[in-house]
């Protein structure tokens, strides 16, 4: 746990600091600041812990409300303006992105799922996060944004840390490896708009 | 179990490919097809594990991943014209409710809840995963339509299956009967439109 | 549990009231009313005995199926005009977040989680289903409101519990104490618009 909890926390940093930046774009104050960026940044992890039936990370240990608090606080200080707020938005999205399905599909493997279902919650903890973000916040979630690509890379992700888990491969070195191509790959794809075929091929309103 | 995973792996796919569907029309990308269709498939029956305690058959079993990417595809070969999705969003959608609200209710049962709880459970699961649809594709839920009855046929879906179950008469003929008539309710509320009062007797926005 | 369940039921059904005047307001029908009445009142309820591992008493005790049921029936038959419908659901809001916040963190407390976690999952249990409601109703959270204060009663009134509860004071008189500060100070805060500072110091956008 000790290996696994300081990415973990990273992570819900950065998730809470993309909750408190949508908060400060959509004119929320403080409070509703702090209470996004704890739900982006811990409600991904919970959703992983009730459904392989622990209690949840976020409410045993107290540790996990600092990140949001300290987000709160770093986006009320540090922004006197909002122009830049999509850009680090979609950067700080990106690096939970990173971490979450590295942490998520660890904790699953270590707690006996299968490693289908341990990539499989992997990326559900990875992805639920924004997706509550974005649904909280009324509007169509990230992850659906046919603009970039977005799940691929959490996806690839959960599935090299399967793989190196399984083999015996991870550590902290390999573990940033792959948190550093995730994270590259989702940047890239949002800069240079790749993206996947649309759901139909050809489709009206 | 063995008799019960067939009809749910049904309804997971019909819930599917009414998620890919949306995604369709909403112009999501394949991969985001292949999330909303797994999250319509499998929302509600995760959440109905997740409330009884158990660890989700999404997640336990990877059988139950193979209808949303069966969905996703069917959706990119076969549709080029969106011109009637919704017409078959609705019809796959109520072949989802047909089946999980007697699959529900069982498994509910089966755990030993009772009766109330247990066709209560098998609502949630059946109205769950295209509540979470609509939500997520930022639209009022079909669930809340006032312009047809959506929850009723799997009100009496769910308490048919209760009774049946608890009579001892549930089997492959009565399940299909209860799952033929909660279709066609369905079906025919919408296609007549017929709808039921209104929340509140005179509103006025 | 019995010297609980009294406060918990009212809870439930001053929410569930908020959310069939909602679905009023919405142009639900009656059927629309009595679960997004159920939503919400049963909501962060499930939401919390989920997070804690237990059975929520939503599904293992039918008596709370009783307060969404009068709910719609109240709604239903009491308002023949719109109105007020937004004062009163502010009003059934508040109350509800006054009871939840208490029955929640007391819940947690009982249940043997540290005081820290016991306030936040009292905090969850009370702006949790509130925050449904408006997500399912498509329309911003209440919660996340920059025109008033709502949160920060629910945080008080969590600590409140938690400390009278821990001391050994908590009974009928202090925890109805506690809830009409938490409601009157919710109320003064929505009359007269008392409100936090912003996420960000200057927005744009």
């Given at each position: 746990m000790s290996i696994e909890i300081l990415p973990d926390l990273l992570g819900v940093f950065f998730f809470a600091v993309s909750g408190c930046l949508l908060a400060g774009r959509k004119g929320f104050d403080l409070i509703g600041s702090l209470l996004l960026g704890s739900l982006v940044g811990l409600g991904g992890g919970v959703a992983r812990d009730v459904i392989i039936g622990q209690t949840p990370a976020a409410f045993s240990n107290p540790?996990?409300?600092a990140p949001p608090v300290l987000a709160a606080l770093l986006v009320f200080w540090l922004?006197?303006?909002?122009?830049?707020i999509g850009r680090w938005l979609v950067v700080f999205d990106a690096a939970g992105l990173a971490l979450f399905c590295i942490t998520g599909t660890v904790k699953a493997l270590s707690f006996g799922l299968n490693p289908v279902a341990s990539v499989l919650l992997g990326v559900t903890t990875a992805v639920g996060g924004g997706l509550l973000r974005d649904v909280v916040a009324n509007q169509v979630p990230q992850l659906f944004n046919s603009h970039d690509i977005y799940a691929i890379p959490a996806i690839i992700g959960a599935a090299l840390a399967a793989l190196s888990y399984t083999g015996g491969w991870l550590n902290i070195g390999t573990g940033f490896g792959i948190a550093v191509v995730v994270f590259s790959f989702r940047i890239a794809a949002w800069h240079f708009r790749w993206h996947a075929p649309l759901a139909v091929r050809k489709q009206k309103n």
């Open positions: 540790l996990y409300l922004y006197n303006s909002a122009e830049k």
